[in-house]
């Protein structure tokens, strides 16, 4: 199957573990261009307590995180829905990446919660523009649970399908992003960064 688009489209939350992941699945099988990634110092999961999380370095595989998890509580992480997370990770690449140490370059930024989009936006700003190309970052809040990062896989996939009917995307984003906020009934944030 090819590519829907040229886009280049990063899908990102706090860890690279659950809402970007199934975004970055979903977008994938869709034949986008994606790649997805974390803001947070470290990659936090939950753990056998809500004041006890998992939690790990960026670059630590999927497959450790699985095997310690497993190790550490078998029947509880697949209750829970974290072993068959991290299961469907390893298909789709190693090991959660951090934003801000990627040198990738991306058209269209999509952020899972606000406080994720700012910390891409404080990185974007500081960061020295190598071509100048214009990025949008474009932000869906998505409750960090299983069955919300589906819907929310979902939703940012229906974006991108809009996204990439626009003929010209740097003039037509106000009114695409304006029509799929009414259709999902959820509000979305927009700033224009540079690459």
Known sequence: ???????????????????????HAFL?????????FGTGDKVK????????????????????????????????????????TLDRNRRIKSHP?????????FDILVTCEERVYDQVLE???NKAPSDNSIVHVINIDIRDNLEEATIGAFLISDLCMHIVTAEDLD???????????EKCQRPILHSIVFN
């Open 1 to 23: 199957m090819g590519t829907v688009s040229d886009l280049r489209i990063a899908v990102i939350c706090s860890s690279n573990m659950n809402r970007s992941m199934e975004a």
């Open 45 to 84: 999961i939950p753990g056998s307590a809500a004041d006890r999380p998992n939690i790990y370095e960026f670059g630590t595989s999927y497959d450790d995180i699985y095997k310690d998890l497993l190790e550490k509580d078998k029947t509880l992480y697949t209750q829970n829905g974290l072993l068959h």
């Open 171 to 181: 003039n037509d984003i106000e009114e695409v992003l304006h029509s799929f906020e």
């Open 97 to 105: 990446e951090k934003f801000q140490d990627s040198t990738e370059k």
């Open 123 to 125: 990185f974007m700003e």
């Open 28 to 36: 994938s099988k869709k034949g986008f261009r994606v790649n997805s």
